[in-house]
């Protein structure tokens, strides 16, 4: 579910992580791997007050391998582990509890020096809506328990899941928002499905879609639907309209009259994209 986000929403949002916070040892921060600082939340530093913190890139199998290796590489440059993952087969899923583990190493040493029994990790999930929170909840709890779907205004009693022995997780994850008063941002946001393509022009988020792939996987759009030649102008509209025609075209779109329907091809572009048809995309990059 979208949220519709207004100032009113997000401090309720901030303040219910804030009181998840109090409860919990370390954070797993969930980012879509296709394009991380477009899903990240941009105030997720101050938020966040320097709890550990260990930050998963899901979506991982629809995400450019080569690029994600790139991120994992920037966010270490930042002092924060990063793994990729994908939450909906469970893959590399196993490898959270080792690094959450790293994470509290130095406090459970004390612990045990002190004499004390070292209790499990309290550990809090955290993203922006559809990045895959309640997905991973539920593979890290082997069974079916976070309803999906998003509603910030809803309060649950907190319950605990138990990840093993050596982690405790809070049923409900702690909801960000997106930055998306910057238009590239909402742009990556619907072509990814993070929001609703509705709140953006379809035509452009497709269009926004196909430039990008020129540039970065141009012979992926050449095998795959037949274009013979690719723009290289990327900002020459006319062009990249004829890739999109193209596309149209290759996968049945036409109206009466053998006319590409726009809509319809925009419409399939998206499409394609989301469930990996066109391959392994990642529509962001560090910079
Ligand atoms: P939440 O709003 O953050 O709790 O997100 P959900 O867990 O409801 O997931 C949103 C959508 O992303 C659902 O359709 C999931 O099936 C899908 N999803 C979650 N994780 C993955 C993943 O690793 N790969 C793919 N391809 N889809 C995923």
Redesign the pocket.
């Known amino acids: ?1 979208t949220i519709q986000w207004f100032p009113g929403h997000m401090t309720k949002a901030r303040r219910q992580i804030e009181e998840k916070l109090k409860l919990i040892d370390v954070v797993i921060e ?1 980012l879509d791997a296709r394009i991380p600082l477009s899903s990240r939340n941009p105030m997720v530093d101050e938020i966040l007050k320097g709890k550990p913190r260990l930050v998963l890139l ?5 995400a450019d391998p080569q690029v994600t290796a790139e991120w994992v590489k920037y966010f270490a440059d930042q002092g924060l582990p990063a793994l990729p ?5 469970g ?1 590399h899923v196993k490898e959270i509890l080792p690094r959450v583990k790293q994470l509290w190493a130095h406090k459970i040493e004390t612990m045990l020096r002190k004499g004390i029994n070292p209790r499990a990790i309290r550990a809090l999930i955290v ?12 593979q890290l709890a082997g069974k079916k328990i ?1 309803a ?3 509603k910030p205004g809803v309060t649950k009693g907190q319950q605990w899941i138990k990840v093993g022995t050596e982690m405790d997780l809070l049923d409900t ?1 702690g ?1 960000l928002w997106p930055k998306f008063e910057d238009q590239m941002v909402g742009m990556r946001l619907a072509a990814t ?1 993070a929001i609703k393509e509705e709140l953006l022009h379809l035509d452009d988020v497709a269009l926004f879609t196909i430039k990008y792939m020129v540039q970065h996987y141009g012979a992926g759009i050449q095998e795959r639907f037949g274009v013979q030649e690719l723009p290289d102008d990327m900002d020459n509209i006319q062009e990249m309209v004829k890739v999109m025609e193209a596309i149209g075209r290759k996968r049945g779109a036409i109206v009466s009259g053998g006319k590409v329907d726009l809509d319809k091809a925009s419409l399939i572009i998206i499409r394609d994209l989301r469930a ?1 048809k066109m391959g392994r995309i990642s529509l962001e990059r560090p910079f």
Do not use: R
């Open positions: 579910m969930l899901n979506k991982n199998d629809l993952i994908d939450a909906a087969n893959t993203g922006i809506p559809n990045v895959g929170k309640s997905t991973l909840i539920n976070a999906t779907g998003d994850p909801i499905g990996g």
